[in-house]
């Protein structure tokens, strides 16, 4: 969870850039039953909506924390979206993008600031 | 925000409390899914405390009730239950509830907690004529729900009623745990279940007693996340997503809880609607490809627009992507191929049959084994 980085929207990023939401975050939207993901080669700019994460209650749109490509998707989201539940920081990523500014990295939050925040917005 | 009798024991469970109808409530428990899946197999329990309770005596309740809602109320025997929408004159609904009846002269009307207010001032304002005294006990009453196909087995050591001798639809006045209740062999999820009504301060050593009492059972307590999920899949309708001040029981189908010979509010506009036909009606829709549907989404036949959903969801027992939908009756038979507007993307749906769900035929204590249910089935 250290060796991530993090926007106040709950999604991490890891070096490679990999993509996911925290814990917190899939604790809070309760049991997904489907992950819409972004096509393949699509360019986005940080902040830009990636797609939904929808649980049983509600739809949540999931943002990008970096501007660049989408590298890979995560497939096996589509058999087993609840994977995001059970691993959300392994197994249950999202998608990868190549950064087009890596430098765009370092604006975004370390884990305990994440945490903080979340700990104290979040209900 | 209020809470309800059962809060601090809602808190104690792990209950995720969120604030509807005006009540601090808990979503959920251990997860929606979960909740769902334990109350079709085994047994669920749920603090419905926020419900609204009226208490209708007097010489006229009879005559005054038949005449409030749709239903036809003088049908009913003492300690029978029955459900029916209540209309406003031009046909749509102030809302739907359950009518108790003690006597001819007494009866308990068991409302949606986010439209008590409203229906008690509508009720009031209805009372002209009649001779019957109208109260608010909402307060004065906790309710618990015990749902699913162990529940008989969950309640039956811990109340001098015999669960047998109640039928679905009929109640009885008797101890929980010791306290004055009544219990009724009704409920909101599709399956086999009581609800009982309770003293508030008797409500918390209840709820521990069932939740004791069911752990061998697999019960789990459940929040409103899944009562709304279980409601869904047996096609019961909610008020705010399938009913509402602009919608008609008839739209709803909900024909069989029309009296037709009784003069109740609404029945000219209701009549009139039946003979010219609804201008929508409300059917099941099956998603063909993957996507959520939610309340709100239009719904398209083809390029014409038909209708909106009202509730939708990944069905936890179906595990189909399913929605309740007003769409034009030209649209509404089963098979008919119409699509659903998921944030610009139009994704193919078939009209199919509702309940998506059929209730089980409810259980006995004589039943050979518990979990007979699967030689019905």
Redesign the interface.
């Known amino acids: 969870m250290k060796d991530r980085k993090y926007l106040k929207s709950h999604e991490w990023i890891k070096p490679d850039g990999h993509v996911g939401i925290s814990d917190f975050a899939q604790k809070e939207l309760g049991d997904i039953v489907f992950v819409e993901l972004p096509e393949v080669g699509r360019s986005v700019n940080k902040g830009d909506s990636l797609g939904m994460i929808e649980s049983v209650k509600a739809s949540s749109e999931f943002y990008s924390p970096v501007s660049g490509k989408v590298a890979t998707i995560n497939d096996s989201l589509t058999a087993t979206p609840e994977l995001v539940n059970q691993q959300p920081y392994e197994n249950g990523w999202l998608v990868q993008i190549t950064p087009s500014n890596p430098a765009e990295m370092n604006e975004l939050l370390d884990y305990d600031t994440y945490a903080a925040l979340a700990e104290a917005g979040g209900h | 925000m209020k809470k309800t009798p059962l809060y601090d024991e809602m808190v104690r469970s792990g209950g995720r409390m969120v604030d509807f109808a005006g009540f601090v409530m808990p979503?959920?428990f251990a997860?929606?899914?979960?909740e769902h899946l334990a109350v079709r197999r085994n047994a669920g329990l749920f603090d419905v405390s926020h419900m609204g309770e009226v208490l209708v005596s007097g010489k006229d309740a009879e005559r005054y009730i038949d005449k409030l809602v749709t239903n036809a109320v003088g049908k009913l025997s003492d300690r029978q239950v029955m459900y029916s929408p209540m209309c406003y004159d031009h046909g749509g609904c102030v809302d739907d509830l359950l009518v108790y009846r003690f006597n001819p002269e007494r009866y308990l009307l068991v409302v949606n907690a986010s439209n008590t207010d409203k229906d008690f001032s509508h009720m009031l304002s209805q009372i002209h004529g009649f001779s019957v005294k109208l109260e608010n006990l909402s307060d004065q009453y906790a309710q618990l729900a015990v749902q699913g196909p162990k529940a008989i087995h969950i309640l039956s050591g811990l109340t001098d009623l015999d669960l047998d001798n109640i039928d679905f639809y009929w109640f009885r006045e008797g101890l929980v745990n010791g306290s004055p209740s009544i219990v009724s062999r009704t409920g909101y999820t599709g399956e086999d279940g009581f609800e009982i009504y309770c003293r508030p301060e008797a409500a918390p050593a209840i709820w521990s007693a069932l939740l004791i009492k069911g752990s061998t059972h697999g019960i789990q307590p459940c929040g409103l996340?899944a009562r709304d999920?279980l409601r869904f899949e047996n096609r019961l309708v909610l008020y705010g997503h399938e009913l509402d001040e602009h919608t008609s029981p008839l739209a709803a189908r909900l024909n069989w809880a029309i009296g037709w010979d009784s003069d109740f509010n609404g029945k000219q506009a209701l009549a009139q609607e039946k003979e010219t036909g609804s201008k929508k009606k409300l059917v099941g829709l099956e998603m063909k490809e993957?996507?959520?549907p939610?309340q709100g989404y239009s719904v398209y036949a083809g390029e014409q627009e038909s209708g909106v959903v009202t509730s939708g969801?990944?069905a936890?027992f179906l595990d189909k992507?399913l929605a309740l939908a007003y769409v034009k009756p030209e649209h509404s038979s089963n098979g008919t191929e119409l699509l659903v507007d998921i944030?610009g993307k139009k994704l193919a749906a078939t009209v199919v049959k509702t309940p998506f769900y059929k209730k089980p035929p409810i259980s006995r204590l004589t039943d050979s084994a518990e979990g007979s249910r699967s030689s019905e089935a």
């Open positions: 979503v959920q997860g929606i899914i979960s996340g999920t993957t996507g959520v939610r969801c990944k936890p992507f944030r």
